[in-house]
């Protein structure tokens, strides 16, 4: 096995770039159950990793450290040339929601604000004005058919209304990279496509990175590499026969 192909398999890009978000042998536990296990993965600019994995694998785990919500017990996580474990807890809070773009699994939006606050907030919080935020925030309602759904709240849409709004307001502030957490799991597969197809594209097209945690074999193919998680672990690939 080639250098490159030991480098690709292990989840590391071809790409000599920095990457723009890294962890290296990274642990994690709830108590007594190990849930990353010597994990190490990176995204580099203008890529998309998918990560796969039964459920129970760690893939949340593993994406709550990259973002830096959960600290490791052991191990490193970068992200944009900064030891993100490293930064206190206020720093780590302010890179995310600045620099980053995050689709949790479950409870995504602010239920006292509406669809359109929800989306357009990243904006607010980095210094946009309200009408500025506002038409952003309407520009992605309208990619993600969401547009006369901007004055409802959380609470009287559906769910799959509320997760593409969720992934809207992951791209509203151009992060640097988007953190997608089964961003599909609620949706029809007209709107799963659409929602894939317009991560990928714009994440593409800016030089973003793109990490997607999914079920779908067909969403990880369109990535430009795979990682598979088994046990907490990065697994190695299957041998070739
Ligand atoms: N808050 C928590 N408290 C205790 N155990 C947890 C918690 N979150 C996750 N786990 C456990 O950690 C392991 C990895 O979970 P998770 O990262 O959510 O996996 P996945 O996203 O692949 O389904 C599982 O065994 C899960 O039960
Ligand atoms: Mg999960």
Aim: proline share 4%; hydrophobic share 40%.
């Amino acid at each position: 096995m080639t250098n490159r192909k030991v480098a690709r398999d292990l989840g590391h890009s071809d790409d000599d770039s920095a990457a723009l978000a890294w962890c290296s042998s990274v642990n994690a536990s709830y108590g007594t159950v190990l849930a990353l296990d010597n994990a190490s993965v990176e995204v580099h600019a203008g890529q998309a990793l998918a990560v796969v994995g039964p459920s129970g694998s760690g893939k949340s785990t593993l994406l709550h450290c990259m973002i830096g919500l959960l600290v490791p017990d052991g191990g490193t996580v970068g992200f944009e040339g900064m030891t993100l474990s490293e930064e206190i807890d206020r720093r780590r809070s302010a890179i995310r929601l600045e620099r980053m773009g995050v689709v949790f699994q479950f409870g995504e939006l602010l239920p006292e604000l509406t669809i359109r606050e929800n989306v357009a907030l990243p904006r607010w919080l980095i210094g946009d004005s309200k009408s500025a935020a506002a038409s952003a925030a309407d520009e992605l309602l309208a990619t993600f058919d969401l547009e006369q759904l901007g004055d409802r709240h959380p609470a009287d849409v559906s769910g799959g209304e509320r997760q593409r709004a969720a992934v809207a307001r992951s791209l509203v502030h151009e992060p640097s990279v988007v953190f997608a957490d089964e961003p599909t799991g609620s949706l029809d597969s007209a709107n799963a496509d659409n929602v894939i197809a317009t991560l990928l594209k714009r994440t593409r097209a800016n030089g973003q990175a793109l990490l997607l945690v999914t079920h779908e074999a067909r969403f990880a193919e369109q990535c430009d590499r795979i990682v598979t998680m088994r046990d907490g672990r990065i697994a190695e690939p299957a041998p070739n026969p």
